[in-house]
């Protein structure tokens, strides 16, 4: 049973199909990991929209605070720089994830580049086993088409020969 069972597993390991499996899986990760640094590039994007819009918002707030000294309300000026401290942590909250973005990202180009040579080799692996094999086949082939019974009938001419120099003999 055991040798049986072993017989069927042997049988059952195509290198080929398993090197297949195995392209196809690093192209599946390939795209997942191109479709990551794409995320990771817009929210980089969307990084910079916000701290552009942040950075509006606190120059807005200085401007009305510069206005409401020169109005002589103080009270308005300090909800107005109060408002622009605001600004400007948020900016600054939004520069801190715009660089764990950045590095997020190329992280993700590093990945993708390392990931692409990986897979370039295992085609290349894969086309080489695949030429390796269809050459074996061949040598298969050709061995049993000069093997079948040309041999034997070479054999079979050597022999009469032999015999019809005995007689002579």
Do not use: C
Not at 56 to 85: C, F, H, P, S, Y
Request: proline share 1%; aromatic share 2%.
């Amino acid at each position: 049973i055991n040798s049986n069972i072993n017989a069927i597993l042997d049988s059952a390991e195509n290198p080929e199909k398993i090197a297949r499996l195995m392209i196809q899986e690093m192209e599946d990760t390939l795209v997942e990991v191109r479709t990551a640094a794409a995320r990771a590039m817009a929210d980089k994007k969307e990084m910079e929209r916000e701290i552009a819009h942040y950075t509006d918002v606190r120059n807005d707030w200085e401007t009305k605070a510069g206005l409401a000294v020169d109005k002589g309300r103080e009270d308005l000026a300090r909800g107005a720089l109060i408002a622009k401290q605001k600004a400007e942590t948020e900016i600054e909250r939004r520069r801190e994830a715009m660089e764990s973005a950045e590095e997020a990202f190329a992280k993700r180009q590093d990945d993708l580049s390392r990931l692409q040579v990986k897979l370039d080799e295992a085609k290349a692996k894969h086309r080489a086993l695949m030429m390796r094999r269809e050459a074996a086949e061949q040598r298969i082939r050709v061995r049993t088409q000069t093997y079948d019974g040309r041999v034997d009938d070479a054999l079979a001419r050597y022999a009469t020969v032999e015999r019809k120099v005995d007689e002579l003999e």
